[in-house]
């Protein structure tokens, strides 16, 4: 079968798209609605069939376009799977020049050779998920009379979130170009001291603003942390009317206690990631080093 991949296609007709989400076991029931709108907040990569012109497969990607990427909606139509077209589709979304350098993440029932050959690896001890539709009431803090909890604007200094990504071990390193541009390109909710404005703790959300939420850059200032300021911030993102319903997905080396309060659970049998084009080369270094 002769099929070629194609990136934000516009005129794929909403029918093939909701067909070929009707053969899964995630979205079978999604409303078109919720698909539509997940379609205009993605990069969506279809596979098309070169005789016919029909969708015959898809991935969507959700990302900041500067530092990490959660590749959704991943089908190839059943009648054509097993011809290579998922290999070749997974194969052109890890290498577009968009998201080939960032880390990615992608929920998957089934370890696809596909995927470990595109340099995807288990995650068993970092992912948590918070399904979509948790009712699990968050524990709110009353402890806010000193900051409150905004959405990111241009009252807040953008000198500020660099120091806050100073205060972190994953994002010390990163440029202000990259950044900003992670900033520009997510949802952030931000603590913010009422006497000074300053800029006290912050978290990303990256979303396709119907489905899927991924939940980053969580961090509080290190003179305020232990005083409810973190606590408040992730409640303000789980109790938002948009972002509330929807299913999120974070990753986290050490807080797994703190984010099971939001109801959030550990998920160590679906998660893949994909490293960071330079957290790969540093790990290559330290193998050579070894040597």
């Not at 009379?145 to 959405?151: G, H, I, K, L, S």
Request: hydrophobic share 35%; glycine share 6%.
């Amino acid at each position: 079968m002769k099929f070629e991949i194609v990136k934000n296609k516009k005129d794929v007709p909403i029918e093939q798209v909701m067909a070929l989400l009707k053969e899964s076991y995630w979205a079978n029931s999604r409303p078109q609605e919720v698909v539509e709108t997940s379609l205009e907040h993605s990069d969506v990569y279809y596979a098309i069939n070169s005789d016919t012109g029909e969708a015959i497969g898809m991935g969507r990607v959700l990302t900041d376009y500067a530092t990490n990427y959660y590749l959704s909606d991943f089908i190839v139509e059943e009648t054509c799977r097993g011809t290579g077209i998922g290999t070749t589709l997974i194969h052109r979304i890890v290498n577009d020049e968009s998201v080939a350098k960032l880390r990615g993440i992608i929920l998957t029932e089934h370890r696809h050779a596909s995927l470990t050959w595109e340099g995807f690896i288990p995650n068993t001890d970092r992912c948590m998920v918070r399904e979509a539709g948790t009712n699990e009431k968050p524990p709110m803090d009353t402890d806010i009379e000193n900051f409150e909890v905004v959405r990111f604007s241009k009252g807040i200094h953008f000198e500020d979130v660099m120091t806050l990504m100073k205060e972190s071990y994953w994002g010390n390193q990163r440029s202000e170009e990259t950044v900003y541009n992670s900033i520009a390109n997510s949802e952030c909710f931000c603590a913010v001291a009422k006497d000074t404005g300053m800029l006290i703790g912050m978290a990303r959300v990256i979303t396709d603003h119907a489905a899927n939420y991924y939940l980053c850059d969580v961090i509080v200032d290190e003179e305020y942390r232990r005083h409810g300021v973190g606590r408040n911030v992730i409640n303000a993102i789980v109790t938002d009317p948009e972002l509330g319903p929807l299913r999120g997905i974070l990753l986290t080396r050490d807080a797994h206690g703190f984010y099971e309060k939001f109801g959030f659970v550990r998920e160590p049998r679906k998660c893949m990631e994909r490293p960071r084009a330079d957290q790969k080369a540093a790990e290559a270094a330290q193998l050579l080093h070894r040597k």
